[in-house]
């Protein structure tokens, strides 16, 4: 009796490499995956794809899960396309192309290390499509099957389909290749090649239809992540007041594989923006900004005892400037040099414990030269998140002579309440020095204000 050719589910084995590729199916599966981004070994992120059913006719609705995985030495940050670009190919090289949609919204997703998220688009099998199909993701190096036969006559639910199949990616032998489609369709689709953990390189932005500027843009895109958080908040001191953050960072040499980054692919430059705004007063005037350019190394796992340990260690080093970008007697700067090593742990749960101290020694700062007796030479930095869930950061200094500050934070995500909303409801308490650059060496008392986070 004659064996089937596959006995795991996903795999897919090639007979003859000289010859022909054949498509071999085994009597329980046809879903076939091509996980992007999956390595044999070393450190890894990618998407992986697959079929939720094994067998839908035309006009039945069908999913695509995917999975997002982060192996890597840092967090990564990833926007799912809210469509899909679909090639179906039948076993004669007939290619129908079609639309996957995003069942939830296209919300940026934050990945620590040694996690995963999935994702499910939905799309309709084309009423053209007939007997075994070869699915295929535009831009991606997967490959999936689907039978659009009604069940009862499905060749699957009954023996090995043995047919040539062309690979989804290029024209069928002899025949001509298919138009891509236009541009304006591929950018409403969101599915070019640059979308999420870098494809390998055998997949081109050509290939999804985008023009240069568009791909100096995806790489802009691409390079710049999240640093300090991003927040708004309203609080009641002596008056309506405000603070509020902005921050963000620039990775300058992006690593050609994504698995092997080397030293320099973990250099950035950071910016961070800080203000308190006095919403009362005759013009609404900002009472300070300090305005807080770096450039520092940075990697989030440098050792762990072991592979998959859910404790690993980081680090950042390097140097920094705050100015507050006024002149005269109101004149505030600060240069210093910093070094921050990074304690994690990953709880079976779904959250992650950070203890992140910055230790910083300060140079060139001829208008508060006492900046150190305030400010401390340590952030003592506690931060613990949930996935897609509270956030909660502490963050105390301790100069000389009993001179303090201390800050905490909350946030909890809006769209796990009754608004739905993008962002995080922001809570934050702050006591003591430094509260502006400007003020440094003034003493505020306990403030609260209440607003909104789209980086808690």
Same mark, same amino acid.
């Given at each position: 009796?004659?064996?089937?050719?596959?006995?795991?589910?996903?795999?897919?084995?090639?007979?003859?490499?000289?010859?022909?590729?054949?498509?071999?199916?085994?009597?329980?599966?046809? *879903?076939? /995956?091509?996980? $992007?981004?999956?390595?044999?070994?070393?450190? $890894?992120? @990618? &998407?992986?794809?697959?079929?939720?059913?094994?067998?839908?006719?035309?006009?039945?609705?069908?999913?695509?899960?995917?999975?997002?995985?982060?192996d890597t030495d840092d967090a990564l940050s990833w926007t799912p396309p809210k469509?899909?670009?679909?090639?179906?190919?039948?076993?004669?090289? +007939?290619?129908?192309?079609?639309?996957?949609?995003?069942?939830? $919204?296209?919300?940026?997703?934050?990945?620590?290390?040694?996690? =995963?998220?999935?994702?499910?688009?939905?799309?309709?099998?084309?009423?053209?499509?007939?007997?075994?199909?070869?699915?295929?993701?535009?831009?991606?190096?997967?490959?999936?099957?689907?039978?659009?036969?009604?069940?009862?006559?499905?060749?699957?639910?009954?023996?090995?389909?043995?047919?040539?199949?062309?690979?989804?990616?290029?024209?069928?032998?002899?025949?001509?290749?298919?138009?891509?489609?236009?541009?304006?369709?591929?950018?409403?689709?969101?599915?070019?090649?640059?979308?999420?953990?870098?494809?390998?390189?055998?997949?081109?932005?050509?290939?999804?239809? *985008?023009?240069?500027?568009?791909? /100096?843009?995806? +790489?802009?895109?691409?390079?710049?992540?999240?640093?300090?958080?991003?927040?708004?908040?309203?609080?009641?001191?002596?008056?309506?007041?405000?603070?509020?953050?902005?921050?963000?960072?620039?990775?300058?040499? *992006?690593?050609?594989?994504?698995?092997?980054?080397?030293? =320099?692919?973990?250099?950035?430059?950071?910016?961070?923006?800080?203000?308190?705004?006095?919403?009362?007063?005759?013009?609404?005037?900002?009472?300070?900004?300090?305005?807080?350019?770096?450039?520092?190394?940075?990697?989030?796992?440098?050792?762990s005892p072991e592979e998959h340990s859910p404790f690993y260690l980081g680090l /950042?080093? @390097?140097?920094?400037?705050?100015?507050?970008? +006024?002149?005269?007697?109101?004149?505030?700067?600060?240069?210093?040099?910093?070094?921050?090593?990074?304690?994690?742990?990953?709880?079976? @749960?779904?959250?992650?414990?950070?203890?992140?101290?910055?230790? +910083?020694?300060? =140079?060139?700062?001829?208008?508060?030269?006492? %900046?150190?007796?305030?400010?401390?030479?340590?952030?003592?930095?506690?931060?613990?998140?949930?996935?897609?869930?509270?956030?909660?950061?502490?963050?105390?200094?301790?100069?000389?002579?009993?001179?303090?500050?201390?800050? =905490?934070?909350?946030?909890?995500?809006?769209?796990?309440?009754?608004?739905? &909303?993008? @962002?995080?409801?922001?809570?934050? %308490?702050?006591?003591?020095?430094?509260?502006?650059?400007?003020?440094?060496?003034?003493?505020?008392?306990?403030?609260?204000?209440?607003?909104?986070?789209?980086?808690?």
């Amino acid at each position: 009796m004659k064996q089937p050719l596959l006995k795991q589910p996903g795999a897919v084995r090639h007979r003859n490499p000289g010859a022909r590729a054949r498509f071999d199916v085994a009597i329980p599966l046809v *879903t076939l /995956a091509l996980a $992007s981004g999956l390595y044999a070994g070393g450190a $890894s992120a @990618g &998407m992986s794809y697959q079929l939720d059913t094994i067998q839908a006719s035309a006009g039945e609705t069908v999913r695509i899960k995917g999975m997002l995985f982060n192996d890597t030495d840092d967090a990564l940050s990833w926007t799912p396309p809210k469509n899909l670009v679909l090639q179906w190919r039948n076993e004669q090289g +007939k290619t129908i192309r079609s639309l996957a949609y995003l069942e939830a $919204s296209a919300q940026p997703v934050e990945l620590p290390v040694n996690n =995963f998220a999935a994702f499910s688009w939905k799309a309709v099998v084309p009423t053209e499509a007939n007997g075994l199909q070869a699915l295929n993701i535009e831009g991606e190096p997967v490959l999936l099957a689907l039978d659009t036969s009604p069940l009862q006559d499905s060749q699957v639910a009954s023996s090995p389909a043995l047919t040539p199949v062309v690979d989804a990616g290029a024209a069928a032998p002899g025949a001509t290749q298919d138009p891509p489609l236009p541009d304006n369709v591929v950018a409403a689709a969101g599915a070019d090649a640059s979308q999420g953990p870098p494809p390998p390189a055998t997949a081109t932005v050509a290939a999804a239809g *985008t023009d240069a500027s568009t791909a /100096a843009f995806e +790489k802009f895109r691409n390079a710049i992540s999240t640093y300090e958080p991003i927040y708004f908040g309203v609080g009641q001191r002596d008056g309506t007041n405000a603070r509020f953050q902005l921050s963000f960072k620039y990775r300058l040499a *992006t690593p050609d594989d994504p698995t092997r980054p080397r030293f =320099f692919n973990h250099i950035y430059l950071g910016y961070t923006q800080l203000a308190l705004w006095d919403l009362e007063g005759e013009s609404k005037p900002f009472v300070d900004v300090t305005y807080n350019p770096s450039l520092f190394w940075h990697r989030e796992r440098i050792w762990s005892p072991e592979e998959h340990s859910p404790f690993y260690l980081g680090l /950042a080093a @390097g140097v920094e400037h705050k100015s507050n970008g +006024k002149s005269g007697e109101e004149s505030r700067s600060v240069n210093d040099v910093f070094i921050q090593p990074e304690f994690r742990y990953r709880f079976d @749960g779904g959250s992650t414990l950070a203890f992140t101290p910055r230790v +910083k020694a300060y =140079f060139a700062k001829p208008d508060n030269d006492d %900046y150190a007796h305030y400010a401390g030479h340590v952030d003592w930095k506690l931060r613990w998140a949930q996935d897609d869930g509270l956030v909660l950061t502490g963050l105390y200094r301790q100069g000389t002579e009993g001179r303090n500050a201390m800050q =905490f934070e909350a946030a909890w995500p809006l769209r796990r309440t009754f608004l739905n &909303m993008n @962002g995080y409801l922001h809570v934050q %308490y702050f006591k003591g020095y430094g509260e502006t650059l400007l003020g440094y060496n003034q003493r505020s008392p306990g403030q609260v204000r209440v607003g909104l986070a789209l980086v808690p």
